[in-house]
């Protein structure tokens, strides 16, 4: 039940009255420094009994207010107020409760979009191992890595339902500081990544448009291309979803029909190919690595979708099967196709084998199935990355102008943020690219590794609505293999990638104090949304659950 308390320097009285449908309540103090509660009240629920004090000497009053989902409370960056506040049956965006939720199809797509793409970027995994260990890579590395971060995502996902994702599962477990840092990395790695793909989609149509190759007609297509997809990311995440959805059908399809056009020219014998003196290990794991993360990002949209608690979960299962299917069988395809030639297998290449295999038509449909992929995968990317802001700001770690919503629902400064750094890191190379994002999400999931197991231990009676089913200790084994991974790829990782990672590191440190050096001055509203549940109340679980 949420409680107001405040001083008077007045006598005492009582009156009642009840408040409904759109009307707002003025702002009252709440016992501590200048912090407000601001209700508004939109829909006529249950009756709350609001005890209030009139704090220019007038009577103390009693009020029944309707309850509302759609409340913002004024208090510090990331802290607790002492106040409880109404649990609700989902968590939803104050905003975005009168729009269309994400169903589970578009749902599959955008984590198919956030993580895959399709086959293309593969390529570089025969070019480093050879076939069989290509092949084996994409069969094991996802039961190493995707599938205990599916399973995560799916856990902890429908434990907070909300947009902050991972940000708020850090937060909640190692507090608000680290709850930043997670943010940081995490929207700077996307960030970096989303940069790849309008170079990419214009690197597939440069050989039919040859003035696209380099230059001020370059640059503009990128710029032109970028702010065409960030308007479709403004205009709503279910035109987005559903966008993902037959983009993805396009992109799988070519690979299908090619699928079958090869059957007279596959070679067992080719699978079986391997080399393990002739091994380059970087590019190798890099391109698994890159190729299979992200699971997590789906969590800063937990907020939009519908029924998260079933959806999620469900979403997740289809998408590593369609993902893990989607890459395995197009190099299957490729592999056995044609003869080996190591060093023709870099990016782009499976528009030469469709050629060999099926002739030009096919060569050209590959293409545009890799052009188009690089749009879903922008637009999945930009969609986690300004919601995740929006989210932030919603907890109270970002200025509340990043909670404000379009009139289609969408986070308009977390989607202008976000392509402001598409564009100025859309100079880096593919390699710098792929290392660099790959070094920081690195860093994000150890945090996230801790948090899930830090919450298992501190509060195994928190509700949640999908449990992997394995105890405290099958949680930490689980943690272990993926761990060993992330160490790897940091080893192998360039002298320069690091050092610039690590300055972006630094930079988060940074930023948090100053941040809350701004909202101390008040030269930036910060603000927590009350139809959030609250974090780090010592008693929260006792009283309600995080989720009902």
């Known amino acids: 039940m949420a409680q107001t308390s405040g001083s008077s320097d007045g006598g005492d009285g009582s009156a009642s009255g009840v408040v409904s449908g759109g009307l707002e309540v003025a702002d009252r ?7 407000t509660v601001k209700l508004e009240v939109s829909k006529p629920h249950t009756q709350l009994q609001l005890p209030t004090t009139n704090c220019d000497g007038g009577d103390q009053t009693e009020q029944k207010l309707t309850s509302t989902e759609s409340r913002q409370a004024s208090i510090a960056m990331g802290e607790y107020n002492g106040v409880q506040y109404v649990s609700v049956d989902d968590v939803h965006s104050p905003r975005g409760d009168n729009l269309r939720k994400v169903s589970v199809l578009p749902l599959v797509f955008l984590i198919f979009y956030e993580v895959s793409g399709g086959p293309f970027g593969v390529e570089d995994s025969v070019n ?3 076939p069989l260990l290509a092949l084996l890579g994409f069969l094991v590395f996802p039961l190493i890595w995707s599938v205990p971060e599916a399973l995560i995502t799916a856990e902890m996902g429908t434990m907070f339902p909300e947009n902050g994702g991972y940000v708020v599962w850090v937060s909640s477990a190692l507090g608000p500081f680290w709850g930043f840092q997670q943010g940081w990395m995490k929207w700077l790695s996307g960030v970096i ?18 003035a696209l190759a380099d230059g001020f007609p370059r640059t503009m297509a990128v710029l032109a291309l970028t702010a065409f997809l960030t308007y479709m990311n403004y205009r709503g995440l279910t035109i987005v979803g559903w966008t993902a959805v037959l983009l993805g059908i396009f992109s799988i399809l070519p690979f299908v029909v090619m699928g079958f056009v090869a059957i007279p020219k596959y070679k067992a014998a080719r699978w079986l190919v391997v080399d393990l003196h002739n091994v380059d290990w970087n590019l190798y794991l890099n391109t698994l ?5 992200y699971w997590d990002s789906i969590s800063t949209l937990a907020g939009e979708v519908e029924n998260p608690k079933r959806t999620l979960p469900k979403a997740l299962l289809y998408a590593v099967i369609l993902v893990v299917l989607g890459y395995f069988f ?3 395809i490729g592999t056995g196709a044609v003869p080996l030639h190591r060093d023709s297998w870099t990016d782009g290449y499976f528009s030469d084998i469709a050629k060999i295999v099926g002739g030009v038509w096919l060569r050209w449909w590959i293409q545009a199935a890799a052009a188009m992929s690089n749009m879903g995968m922008f637009v999945a990317e930009m969609s986690s990355d300004s919601f995740q802001l929006l989210g932030m700001a919603e907890r109270g770690m970002l200025p509340e102008l990043f909670a404000k919503r379009s009139r289609y629902g969408t986070p308009l400064i977390g989607i202008l943020f976000s392509a402001s750094g598409v ?3 859309s ?3 593919f390699q710098e690219i792929v290392a660099a994002e790959n070094f920081l999400y690195c860093f994000g999931m150890f945090l996230e590794f801790i948090a899930f197991i830090q919450l298992r231990i501190k509060r195994p009676a928190a ?13 930490i084994l689980m943690c272990i293999p993926p761990t060993i991974l992330i160490c790897v790829v940091l080893a192998l990782s360039s002298l320069k990638v690091m050092v610039v990672s690590i300055i972006a590191i630094i930079i988060g440190f940074v930023m948090h104090p100053c941040l809350k050096y701004v909202e101390k001055k008040q030269w930036l509203k910060f603000s927590i949304s009350t139809h959030l549940s609250d974090l780090h109340s010592a008693n929260q679980e006792s009283a309600h659950s995080l989720v009902n």
């Not at 103090?29 to 912090?35: A, K, L, S, V, Y």
């Not at 690595?289 to 993360?293: T, V």
């Not at 509700?463 to 949680?475: E, L, Q």
């Open 29 to 35: 103090g709440i016992g501590e420094g200048d912090r």
């Open 128 to 130: 480093a191992a050879g």
């Open 193 to 210: 990544d989303n940069a790849l793909y309008p170079v990419l989609f214009l690197d597939y149509l440069k050989s039919g448009i040859p």
């Open 289 to 293: 690595f890159w190729n299979l993360n």
């Open 330 to 332: 197009p190099l299957l």
């Open 423 to 425: 564009v100025l890191l």
């Open 427 to 429: 100079w880096l190379s």
């Open 463 to 475: 509700s949640r609505p999908y449990k992997i089913p394995i105890g405290t200790v099958g949680a």
